[in-house]
């Protein structure tokens, strides 16, 4: 069976009676439906590329010329960083909270409009740049969930340059094994994380890791915290130096199937494999996610309870939110012991929180510490429309003890590293089905799966054409 006889019996007989023939002229046809991406993706993903600000516009979707190995926007050149910052400072949304630092482990909350995230990100882009960073020039970033690791990633997107964030508080071996296999200009560092009431040091496993790597990089720039100050060598710079002495860097735009990440598989199957992301296919794929999946736009905020470590962070705590102009909690803390099982209720009402995204594991063990979900009395959780789970097996009484609780849609979708988005998602913004994790994914009313959009999509078919 071909591709179209597929995409037949997938659409009813009444949706292929309109998408052929004369649709693509119709003005009535919806260019953004997941159906439409089935008969024609061309059309589909290129508009949904008009959500992106272009330095040079697309005129074609997919170059599958080399397939396997994909190439999406080919023509297409754009800045990842000004689309998730400046455009919408220039649109009149400098005021708007972009980032929402909030720390229980350090006790600290802080907000970052759009406007002062871009200028609080100058300093380091400039530095980076000033360290002779250009370019397809690879950064390891080897950070815990501060504020000032969303600055370096979009501080090498802003210059072209090639991030690759590693878990904060990764062994020095697995630290070693990829700063080998990314051959890094820069390390971006700190002096210390913090989980639970613990202090890691972190400048000790840096300074080890690259002790024991073959590659070893120009510089490492190190954010000192006021949890333990780390002792810097001849090739460390102080992250408060090296931010006041940086010269200016200009955007600039890259093409589209220019990397914008390297991240690594956590390395349980042997040696860990760098998944490389594009980034037009990347930066149209979470933009129309925000609005078709997870119901997020402009001014409304999202809470992703990952780490940027993470791919879910990567996308859902990073990119998509500032992509579309929403607020992003960036979270420093655990769903328990933090001081308690009701912070992620906090943190939902004080922000105003509509969508949550976080691993089954952080509900299971708030249903184990708290399960009768008493502390969720103490918090005005009407904001909250959607949570949706990704990251292992939801079990059915986690799902069934949430949808209770909560009384909204409990959404359990899969990806991975290699996808960098949901692979099947129901579609919060369109009436979701209930989602059972005993069933197949949800089918939308048009009896096609609300993931069809995501067979022909940015991510999938092409971010990780090939591993670094």
Known sequence: MDANETNDKMLSRGTLELFRGAWLQDPAVDFTSPEISLVHPESFWLKAAEGIDWDVAPHRALDSSGAPFYRWFPDGRLNVCFNALDRHVEAGRGEQPALVYDSPVTDIRRTYTYGA?????????????????????????????????????????????????????????????????????????????????????????????????????????????????????????????????????????????????????????????????????????????????????????????????????????????????????LYEGKPVGTPDAGQFWRVAAEYRVKTMFTAPTAFRAIRKEDPKGTLTADHDLSGLRHLFLAGERLDPETYHWASALLGIPVIDHWWQTETGWPSSPTRSASRPLPSNPALPPARSRAGTSVSSALRASPCPRASTARSW
Do not use: N
């Open 117 to 329: 995230a871009e200028e609080r990100g100058g300093g380091l882009r400039r530095s980076l740049a000033g360290l002779g960073v250009g370019h397809g020039d690879r950064v390891v970033i080897y950070m815990p969930m501060v504020p000032e690791a969303v600055v370096a990633m979009l501080a090498c997107a802003r210059i072209g340059a090639v991030h690759s964030v590693v878990f904060g508080g990764f062994a020095a071996r697995e630290l070693a094994l990829r700063i080998d296999d990314a051959a890094p200009k820069v390390v971006v560092s700190a002096s210390c994380g913090i989980k639970g009431k613990r202090v890691i040091a972190y400048k000790p496993l840096l300074d080890r890791a690259i002790e024991l790597a073959v590659h070893k990089p120009d510089k490492s720039v190190i954010l000192q915290r006021p949890q333990e100050r780390a002792e810097l060598g001849p090739d460390d710079l102080d992250w408060a130096d090296a931010v006041a002495a940086a010269t200016p860097a200009d955007c600039l735009p890259v093409a589209a199937t220019d990397p914008l990440y390297i991240l690594y598989t956590s390395g349980t199957t042997a040696k860990p494999k760098g998944v490389v992301r594009y980034c037009g296919g990347y930066a149209v794929a979470l933009q129309w996610s925000m609005g078709a999946v997870y119901d997020v736009g402009p001014g409304e905020t999202m809470f992703t309870g990952s780490d940027v470590g993470w791919v879910v962070g990567h996308s859902y705590i990073v990119y998509a939110p500032l992509l579309a102009g929403a607020t992003s909690v």
